[in-house]
């Protein structure tokens, strides 16, 4: 029947009699806190009697009292520090009941119970890591380690003062770390690994220099004859002596007598070890007058055995004797005081031992009386309190029902919201924030978005303060900071705070969050989305605790739900924007290709009419000059085209030929530097800021300015040795030059070189007729002359047949133009031979030359094989392409098949390589179907290209792929997957392409 009732207490003690109370208060009990009597009752036991709530502030008295008592009054510390451990996990104060556990422990270390001293710091330990209490983890393994070090046991020590270290670092808890280090130094230096324990005292001298405060200052000093000792133990003399001076001065400053007397001795006994025995004397008789001054036996002590060592170092050996009797006599002396103190200890726990055992009686004795009184004013008060229940009951459903009602109706709003609707985010997140607020009635409410990695913080979009009725949002809080909170909203945890300094999840949010914005209550709902943490929706409470019910926890989740919905709109809204920017640079682009495609077209007319006029082909300079100049004014739509030629005699520039929309005077011989400059190059000049240009010399830049000029091009033309000259482009407004402009360049350049042929073609003419007798003689060599020119006319149609296809070769012997064309689906291949560059520093050109004609022979006649087209090839890479310029459906096949084979070829050829004992190239290749626009470029020198994105992107899957595979884009995938076995490479990253689906090749499907 007790047992019934002691169930009965434990679980209605702290309810049932506080409500009988309110309804009987005749009745009611009180549980009388039984105070600490003292003779003398300082502040913190007054604190204590005033305070009879059993809260943490009562836990943190208690530990305070057990703290300050651990030294002198070690009995009455342990009283203190049980009620604490015990108040704390009562009340689930985790962090209050590892410190009192921990306090605990180094009151029975100074007692001399090592047992139970260690049994609580593992104790603490344990508690710490299961409620993840980071300081107290710290603490605990850093005592644990303490005493297993006094015990000589430092490999067991070791990995607790690790692990105090690394976790006192991750709270960035500076004093901590200070003595971290200091304490794994020792460990190491138990276990003679010198060198890890210099590092660690090092680095606690680091840390307690920047703290500068008098205990940090006292501690450095301990640090640096840590180190000194170490440095001393390793015969590192110079060193040890400079850092136990670092440590005296630091002592001397700060005035510590004890500490300064004990580094005296250790630079003595470093002093005795280098045989300086007149300076370790000095040392210990200044450290003798410290002894006298603080009347410290030990430390008397101590100087009397430095003494006797040195003067038996140095032969005083009746001096070594009456230094010895008098360290005997102290030593003596000391031990009968530690035994007398060590009796006091044992003693002190047979007392601690006695009393813990009569207060487990009389608190039995205590709770069977109160059980017996609770079980009567239950029996008396469960009759008044049904009938009040049942009243309170109705009164809680109508105001619940009416709540509810509230907060459906504000679900309904919002969710017909238009901000929310259109994705309108900002005037959405103030909308639902301030709705909440109100409908909820708390104080604040706010939205936060959580950044990964590497940031790892939340951030605050928007903050409703009811209390101002001002949105705001710029707080930042980071997972480092608080590690508890973070790991719980990101394993989809609903933090439901009623008090919010208590909560587990919260209780680290005090000081920096909770306190400066006197926050009391918490309720947090995470929201997640497809691809894990999104946020969460926060509503706070200030002033005073509040107790979250189900149904304000139900609308909290359905507001994280809408807020989902919201920024789906708001992302879909995003999204259609960025489409529309998308397709309005595919109509810009379009109409680029077009413009482009317009000038080609227009610049390839001009360029056929040019190639008609018989005078320029014959060498007519005057039809020369002024055709050419207005056919480049024309295509390049410029304001002037001059064409200049060097006079060997006058070092001068002779203008023979000239167009100009507006007719201005023009010399005939001009000087300017930059026209000499040309001369010695074989590439143009192009300048789109004459003004801001630093390529032009000051004198040919005014020269330029002075003609309205802003932009111009400058093209040498090399004739031969004794004919130079430059082709001189004006530009009335700063422009851009494109490739076609400079493409046009090069054909009119191309076409004076035809002309200058013509030229001297004529003057042989006319040498021939003025020889007339010898044109008999020479008609045979004319015949044959003629014989190698058809000879080279069939020659110049075979070589036009190999670099051009044939269609768009017949199309330009027949028309005199290429018309570019557009191809919905070509498959285009890169190579790319890997180790050309380190190889080929080992052969000569020529060899270079014939190596790659092999590769590319081989490449030639598989592409072949598989209808595909050269297109070009540039150094060590070659592209080719399927599906050009007749159209056909099998190119991706056709150019996947190919590639394997190219593949395989070089792979022979290496082996080959290999087995003469010579280095051999391995290969690259990328593939890529997609859309093209085809045609020739160039007028003396044809060229068969391709054009687009997709030729982009196939030489991207060239360049993100791997040696000795075959990297293929999704497109192509997509179309081949049924002939060949690939594997997926993933969304691989690839230059101004972004993420794009690429595939390896592994062969044939069987």
Sequence with gaps: MLGIFRFAYDVMKFRIAFIISILCGACLLSYPVFAQKQAELDSLVRLLQANTKQDTMRVKLLNQLCWANRNTNMIEGIEYGKEASQLAQTIRYYKGACEALNFLGVSYRNMGDYAKAISCFYEALSIAEKHSVIVQIAYSNNNVGDILKYQKKFKEALPYAEKALETFIQLNDKRGMGFAYVRLGETYQGLEIYEKAIDAFQKSVNIREKLKDKDALSALSTSYNRMGIVYSQNKEYETSLKAHQKALEI??????????????????????????????????????????????????????????????????????????????????????????????????????????????????????????????????????????????????????????????????????????????????????????????????????????????????????????????????????????????????????????????????????????????SLLDIPIFSETGLWGMICCEVKHKPHKWHDHEVTFAKSIADLLTIAHKSHQRKIAEAELQKQYEKVIELNATIERKKSKIEKNISILVQISKNEAITNGSWEVLGREITKAVVDALEVEACELWYHNFQSQYFDCVGKHSRQETYLPTSLHLPIFTEMLKSDNPLVVENIAES??????????????????????????????????????KEARQWDAEDLAFMKSMDDEMMIAYQGFRRQQAQERIEKQSKEIAEKNESLRTTLRLIKQEQKRTDELLLNILPFEIAEELRSEGSATPRHYDLVTVIFTDLKGFTKIAETLSPTQIIEELNTCFLAFDEICGKYNLEKIKTIGDAYMCAGGIPAPNTSNPVDAVSAAIEMHKWMNKWAENKKAEGKDAWEIRIGVHTGEVVAGVVGKKKFAYDIWGDTVNTASRMESSGEIGKINISGATYELVKHKFNCTFRGKIKAKNKGEVDMYFVEGRVA
């Design 251 to 520: 002592a001397e400053a700060e005035d510590e007598k004890l500490i300064v007397a004990g580094t005296l001795d250790y630079i003595a006994w470093v002093y005795i070890r280098q045989k300086k025995y007149e300076e370790a004397r000095k040392l210990a008789m200044r450290e003798l007058e410290i002894a006298n001054t603080l009347k410290s036996m030990p430390l008397e002590r101590n100087v009397y055995f430095t003494l006797s060592q040195i003067a038996e170092d140095t032969q005083d050996l009746k001096a070594a004797l009456l230094y010895h009797k008098r360290f005997v006599a102290l030593n003596d002396s000391i031990q009968n005081s530690d035994k007398t103190t060590q009796t006091a200890r044992m003693q002190a726990i047979y007392d601690v031992k006695k009393k813990d055992k009569e207060n487990s009686q009389l608190k039995l004795q205590h709770e069977q009386s109160q059980l017996i009184i609770v079980f009567i004013v239950l029996i008396l008060g469960l009759t008044l309190l049904m009938g009040l229940l049942i009243l309170r009951s109705r009164q809680k459903q109508m105001r619940l029902n009416a709540n509810i009602k509230q907060k459906n109706e504000t679900l309904m709003m919002l969710s017909k919201n238009a901000q929310i609707q259109k994705g309108d985010w900002e005037e959405a997140l103030k909308v639902i924030s301030e709705s909440v607020a109100y409908t909820l009635s708390v104080e604040r409410v706010s939205i936060w978005h959580y950044e990964g990695e590497p940031t790892q913080r939340l951030v605050c979009l928007d903050l409703y303060d009811k209390e101002t009725r001002q949105h705001s949002g710029t707080n930042t809080l980071h997972a480092k900071d608080y590690p508890i909170y973070f790991q719980a909203i990101s394993n989809h945890v609903l933090i439901r705070a009623n008090n919010a300094f208590e909560n587990d999840y919260t209780v680290e949010l005090t000081e920096n969050y909770l306190k400066p914005l006197n926050i009391k």
């Design 694 to 731: 630093t390529a032009l010399d000051e004198t040919s830049k005014q020269h330029f300015l002075q003609q309205n000029a802003q932009a111009l091009i400058l093209y040498p033309n090399l004739l031969s040795d004794q004919q130079k000259g430059v082709m001189l482009v004006l530009s």
